[in-house]
């Protein structure tokens, strides 16, 4: 057994994201979902609307009814890495939140439905998210939207509302349909957050520039930002005139910068700037830590 490769910095490090975001993700049901009776989507949100009409433990139910997804992961998302990573996510969040729930106050810290909304939201995004950075999943819907992330390239925000859907309409049955249009902003709020702690400061941006001055403006961009840039011949649909197109990727900060470079190169110049989801490679993330 490789004990050097088990207690490396990055498997700690991984770890380390998947216990706190499994406390956190306990901690927003525990506290803020479950008492206002917004449903949390997914696995966990379908045992709460269980939990709500016969007692049953949240935590334990959440664990039976992960049996299944879990099979999908292992199938899909990497399977011993992944199983080792998600089991043991999955099962301390089911521990936590029934364990929590005895010492927590059963009436939770606020009776404001969009304080409840809010943070709920955003503390169970932010525990979403280290979980993602940790490489693994808190099970449930989770496991479905990593797969759509991965395979569809879909956001984590859309994934969490396309998998969530159903749960929603069994909790407007359960809550009332106010409880639910509720507990559809704290989804909303919870995917992007969970978006932004895993993307974090890597969301990028890229830049089609049709230019009569490319290698001016080229150069420009090689010395002021130093980020690649590539020639693309092409030809105007409308005059038939030869046209060089740039594409560069840069960061959201660069933006401004790079609109200001093609200005002063070329006046003229048609732009046209994109969100990319991820860069890989020279000047971003590295494979190694793009890899889910």
């Known amino acids: 057994m490789n004990f050097k490769a088990i207690f490396s910095w990055q498997n700690v490090r991984d770890y380390a994201y998947l216990t706190t975001g499994?406390?956190?993700?306990?901690?927003?049901?525990?506290?803020?979902?479950?008492?206002?009776?917004?449903?949390?989507?997914?696995?966990?949100g379908l045992a709460q609307i269980i939990n709500y009409y016969t007692g049953w433990p949240i935590g334990v139910m959440t664990l039976i009814f992960n049996v299944p997804l879990f099979a999908l992961g292992w199938r899909f998302l990497g399977g011993a890495r992944f199983a080792a990573r998600t089991a043991f996510t999955t099962v301390m969040?089911?521990?936590?939140?029934?364990?929590?729930?005895?010492?927590?106050?059963?009436?939770?810290l606020t009776h404001d439905p969009m304080l409840n909304v809010l943070y709920g939201g955003v503390i169970g995004g932010v525990g979403a998210g280290l979980i993602y950075r940790g490489r693994g999943t808190?099970?449930?819907?989770?496991?479905?939207?990593?797969?759509?992330?991965?395979?569809?390239?879909?956001?984590?925000?859309?994934?969490?509302?396309?998998?969530?859907?159903?749960v929603m309409l069994l909790?407007?049955?359960a809550f009332g349909w106010d409880k639910a249009l509720y507990a559809i902003v704290t989804l909303y709020i919870t995917?992007?957050?969970?978006?932004?702690?895993?993307?974090?400061?890597?969301?990028?941006?890229?830049?089609l520039v049709?230019?009569?001055?490319?290698?001016?403006?080229?150069?420009?961009i090689l010395h002021h930002l130093n980020r690649g840039v590539t020639?693309?011949?092409?030809?105007?649909?409308?005059?038939?005139?030869?046209?060089?197109?740039?594409?560069?990727?840069?960061?959201?900060?660069?933006?401004?910068?790079l609109k200001t470079?093609?200005?002063e190169a070329d006046p003229k110049a048609f732009m046209v700037v994109g969100h990319a989801v991820e860069a890989l490679g020279e000047g971003f993330r590295s494979w190694h830590e793009g890899a889910l």
């Open 22 to 44: 499994a406390v956190l993700l306990a901690l927003s049901l525990d506290l803020f979902l479950v008492p206002a009776h917004l449903a949390g989507g997914g696995v966990s």
């Open 93 to 108: 969040f089911s521990v936590l939140v029934d364990g929590l729930a005895r010492y927590l106050p059963a009436q939770g």
């Open 138 to 166: 808190s099970g449930g819907t989770d496991i479905l939207a990593r797969i759509l992330t991965r395979w569809r390239h879909i956001p984590v925000s859309q994934s969490y509302m396309f998998s969530d859907a159903a």
């Open 171 to 173: 909790a407007g049955i």
């Open 191 to 207: 995917g992007v957050a969970a978006e932004m702690i895993t993307e974090g400061a890597n969301v990028v941006r890229t830049a």
């Open 210 to 220: 049709v230019t009569e001055r490319p290698g001016e403006v080229a150069a420009s």
């Open 231 to 257: 020639l693309v011949d092409a030809r105007g649909g409308y005059t038939g005139q030869p046209r060089t197109v740039l594409y560069c990727v840069v960061t959201r900060s660069e933006v401004g910068p």
């Open 261 to 263: 470079i093609v200005r």
